[in-house]
């Protein structure tokens, strides 16, 4: 072997299933070059972000809030473009919450701004990377120029079948679940369903997330830690992840930390590790 040709790792029959299943969503993606410490199997299909920490970040340097907004906007695209690279196949960020309409009218005007600004900048180039974008939340109550960004974006992009970017805004996960509930009650009282068949399946039937995989993991950037009625639903089994990083400053190697950290973890949805005994009697934890 020559001092410029590197060996590649040997992967394992689920490595390559799931660099295949990575390869037919984003043909682009190359985890095995951009990650290469990281088996394919041990990357996250959805990872979803909180995306904490964009006033401090310009409080820090003796500039307004908004100003951190607009840099924080620059980070959502170097994260999405890395997630295709290394293959992630969702990602979802907390971008307006519905406790947000709380912050000054200033605030709130800029951030509205930067969605559109987003949207309207975004759309043709997800397009060509066949990226799809979904918006989550309720649209009651957003601004008409907003909704126009926003339904562009879904509209250009309703037929790519490559990564997807959920962008919830205007969110809130018990607002969702609310949301959720009052679908199946009316179509009961419309006698489509039969209330005794309303499972877990018919309530995530009923959510914003609806088809996507459930987050592997959920990422808090700014180091508070809570999850501020992010996707209460969908993250009951997610790894969460807490980094110090105010968001603007969260940028690819971040994200590879946060994968290899994700990658080092045992995930047992409530059972065991295969080489762990099962003692006798009693309940076992859920972890």
Known sequence: MTQHQTSQPELSDLDREALARIKSVQPIADPLTHLPDVPPSRIPRHIA??????????????????????????????????????????????????ENWRRPDREVAELMRLCCTYCDGERESMKRRNVRCRVIGRRDGLPPEVLASINA?????????????????????????????????????????DPASIDESAIESSLGTSGLPEPDMLVRTG???????????????????????????????????A?????????RFGGLDQDEPATDGGHQPHA
């Open 49 to 98: 972000i909180i995306m904490d920490g964009n006033g401090r970040w310009a409080r820090q340097r003796g500039f307004p809030r908004e100003f951190g907004h607009r840099n924080g906007a620059a980070t959502i695209r170097t994260i999405m473009t890395e997630c295709e690279r290394i293959g992630v196949e969702v990602l979802t960020l907390y971008s307006f919450s519905l």
């Open 153 to 193: 974006m879904e509209e250009t992009t309703r037929e790519c079948t490559g990564s997807k970017l959920c962008l919830a805004i205007n969110y809130g996960g018990r607002a969702e679940l609310v949301d959720a509930c009052r679908s199946l009650a009316a179509r009961a009282a419309r006698g489509e369903i």
């Open 223 to 257: 180091g508070e830690l809570r999850i501020s009625n992010f996707l209460l639903w969908q993250i009951s089994y997610a790894e969460i992840y807490v980094t110090d990083a105010l968001w603007p400053d969260f940028g690819v190697a971040e994200l590879h930390a």
């Open 259 to 267: 994968v290899r950290e994700f990658a080092r973890r045992r995930r």
